[in-house]
């Protein structure tokens, strides 16, 4: 019976990390999320009745345990090796005439271009095919150990080769023949994808936080975080090129069959080097990049062009750090200098005061460039960045061009310093700031900058959930001037809308049809609907129960908002706010005069069960649970789920890719569970 499960187990374990294999490294998933999810419930399933079977390898052990308060460090098998630059084909052609005159087998020489990452240099250790541990380059010699934070990277394989459990045709497979050496060392390149970088950043500013620089440190400050949870929340990944070391079997001995190699074994491998016959058709391909730079999914500052013979290569030697044997061909600089004319401010999703830099217009690589993002306000501060400076710009990639800072020395005094605005630049209300964080709002529910994505997010399914209406009608709705708040929604008539471009009778009908039904919606959701800051869902219901309508809510304080368990003192001074602005009072009776008013049972009484005196937060997406679901299971079981991190928090559940819930977690040293952590919780 045992031995039954214990093989289901290593099935189940091997077609989980092949499936991460198929997903994180190949981009080529065969299986669903939900199929996927079934695996790995059934894996963890047989690991909590069987803790004695886990081993590195499960795909379960990714996110470990946090090391202490330091890395410690790893002394490298062999030096971990930096490049010389070339910038353009002349240079490169000179190199190679520099080695030639070493070693005359470099005229015959092949060679191989791949790309120049600007991630982060990492070594990965492999004994017995099991990933043991994995350090950051340090100098060359000596790196630290972050073995728990680069277990978090999925496309890493734990253990090689990847096994095949799939039906898959043979050749596309990684394949089974290479018994990887009892220790391999390999090196690769991790980082932030671009669109993960941007998404990442996405949220931040929506959350009013600080956004990141570029995508490198980004992936730096992820690497070296001492909680591997966090390493975790980022979706890091990475391309290895390099065999450092290897002791117990043999290794191919030239770069293009190192390549695939690795390939072979499981690693992820870039799929845009090639292999030439001489410098100059390799120096072609190259140039070819200078251009095409953008359509790769990483920030790459150029292409490294290696000579294909290993042995060759290692005989010629290096000067310093540098080996002969491969160069650096950078791509032309995208950072210039330029002036800074003016400081726009820009209004976001979310009401956030973005200000962006309105700049004398500059070329970099090939676009004229003449607004550049200035991330926020406290940005601008620091950096002493002022208006009619020179500044110092860079365009990375798809990344929206950033100012880097001043150029101090070019000062000539008549620069000025600039403050921040004290009103909306799209309504004129005066705006505000939430202690805490970084960004400045415009709270103003009417604000014209803010009015379609305030209506799109009232009309969202967790909020009023009303069918019919996507962004193209609210567009339509509002450019016609029938709509001027959300509560105008309420009041449209058919007439009205026969008059817009593509509503015929039916849409019409079927559109009233369903305001009408949204008029029945519970008070939970229309105070979630307002979209008031820091106020989602769960407080929404919170709210709800405490007060049973909107004119109790809006003739609160802080103080007794403050009495409700989850609400601290910032979200009680946003919702007092956001009733005290006029245009809101407004909203408010027109809403009441609309018949969109509805009344909740106050203070329903809640399940006692074993999370009983519990509060959490969840952050993320949980491998089985939607957002409903785990906060229908938490409260079920007498939990308490609230919207945001505090000290009262008991519980952070961390699902995949989740917001800044999970730093503030750690700061406050809240506990971090997953949803199977959660599971034996409410289990007793
Ligand atoms: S080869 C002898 N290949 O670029 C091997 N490096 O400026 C020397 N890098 O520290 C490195 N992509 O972090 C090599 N395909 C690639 C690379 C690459 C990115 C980085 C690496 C190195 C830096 C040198």
């Known amino acids: 019976m045992a031995d039954k ?10 077609q989980v990390n092949l499936h991460n294999y198929r997903y994180h490294v190949l981009d080529a998933p065969i299986i669903s999320d939900l199929e996927y999810d079934r695996l790995l419930n059934e ?7 069987h803790p004695e079977w886990i081993k590195s390898d499960s795909p379960t052990q990714r996110a ?39 070693d005359d087998r ?39 150990d972050i073995t728990s934070n680069l277990r978090t990277i999925r496309a890493i394989p734990l253990r090689i080769p990847v096994q095949t459990v799939d039906d898959r045709p043979k050749t596309e497979k990684p394949s089974t023949v290479h018994r990887p050496p009892s220790y391999l060392v390999v090196r690769g390149e991790a980082f932030l994808p671009i669109k ?39 979706p890091l990944t990475l391309l290895v090129y390099q065999i450092i070391h290897s002791e117990g079997g043999k290794v191919p001995t030239s ?25 100059d058709s390799a120096i072609a391909y190259t140039e070819t990049w200078n251009e095409g730079r953008d359509k790769l999914p990483y920030e790459a500052d150029g292409m490294v062009i290696k000579i294909d013979d290993l042995t060759l290569a290692a005989e010629l030697g290096f000067v310093g750090k540098d080996p002969r044997g491969a160069i650096a061909f950078k791509f032309p600089a995208r950072e210039v200098t330029t002036t800074l004319n003016d400081i726009g401010v820009a209004v976001g999703r979310t009401g956030v005061l973005t200000p962006y830099a309105i700049l004398q217009p500059v070329e970099i690589g090939g676009v004229v460039v003449e607004r550049a993002t200035l991330h926020n306000f406290d940005f601008i501060a620091e950096k002493d960045i002022r208006v009619g400076d020179r500044v110092l710009i860079k365009r990375a990639g798809e990344v929206i061009p950033y100012v880097i800072g001043p150029v101090v020395d070019a000062r000539s005094g008549k620069e000025k310093t600039y403050k921040p605005p004290t009103k909306c630049p ?32 009232f009309v969202s399914r967790g909020a009023m959930d009303i069918v019919g209406l996507g962004i193209k009608i609210v567009e339509q709705l509002i450019e016609s001037g029938l709509v001027k708040d959300v509560a105008d929604l309420f009041t449209l008539k058919k007439e009205q809308l026969l008059e817009l471009e593509g509503f015929a009778d039916k849409k019409a009908e079927n559109l009233l049809k369903s305001l009408e039904q949204a008029k029945a919606q519970s008070l939970n959701r229309l105070i979630a609907a307002l979209g008031i800051h820091g106020v989602g869902e769960v407080m929404a219901g919170d709210l709800s129960r405490a007060f049973g309508d909107l004119s109790a809510l809006s003739n609160t304080n802080a103080e007794e908002l403050q009495q409700m368990e989850g609400l601290g003192p910032n979200i009680a001074e946003s919702i007092v706010d956001w009733f005290s602005q006029p245009a809101n009072q407004k909203l408010l009776k027109k809403l009441k005069a609309a018949n969109v008013w509805p009344i909740a049972k106050k203070d329903e009484k809640k399940k006692d069960g074993a999370l009983t005196g519990f509060t959490f937060v969840v952050t993320g997406t949980l491998p089985t649970l939607s957002r409903d679901g785990v906060k229908e299971f938490i409260e079920q079981n007498g939990g308490k789920v609230t919207d945001s991190v505090s000290k009262k928090t008991s519980y952070l559940v961390l699902g995949e890719n989740p917001g800044s819930k999970a730093e503030k977690a750690q700061a406050l040293g809240v506990k971090i569970i997953n949803e199977a952590e959660l599971r034996k919780l409410a289990n007793g």
């Open 5 to 14: 499960l214990l093989s289901r187990y290593e099935e189940l374990k091997a």
């Open 106 to 144: 470099v005229e015959k020489a092949k060679f191989v271009v791949e790309p120049k990452i600007d991630g982060l240099s990492v070594v990965l250790h492999y004994r017995d095919g099991m990933f043991v541990q994995g350090a950051t380059r340090g100098d060359g010699e000596v790196g630290e």
């Open 64 to 102: 470990g345990a946090r090391p202490a308060d330091r890395f410690d460090k790893i002394r490298h098998p062999a030096s971990i090796l930096s490049l010389a630059n070339a910038f353009g084909g002349d240079d490169a052609r000179a190199w190679l005439e520099r080695i030639s005159k070493i």
């Open 255 to 279: 770069q293009w069959e190192i390549l695939e190699y690795l390939k072979a074994l499981g690693f992820p491998v870039t799929d845009v080097a090639k292999r030439f016959n001489d410098l």
């Open 426 to 457: 799209a309504c004129g209300q005066a705006v505000e700031h939430f202690e805490g964080e970084v960004a400045w709002y415009c709270v103003n529910a009417a604000c014209p900058a803010q009015l379609v994505r305030n209506i799109e997010h």
């Open 196 to 234: 993960e970088f941007d998404e990442l950043n996405r949220k931040l500013e929506e959350a009013g936080e600080k956004t990141y620089l570029n995508p490198r440190n980004t992936a730096a400050g992820s690497l070296r975080q001492l909680d591997p949870q966090l390493t975790a929340s980022r």
């Open 43 to 49: 894996l963890k399933g047989i690991e909590s009745a």
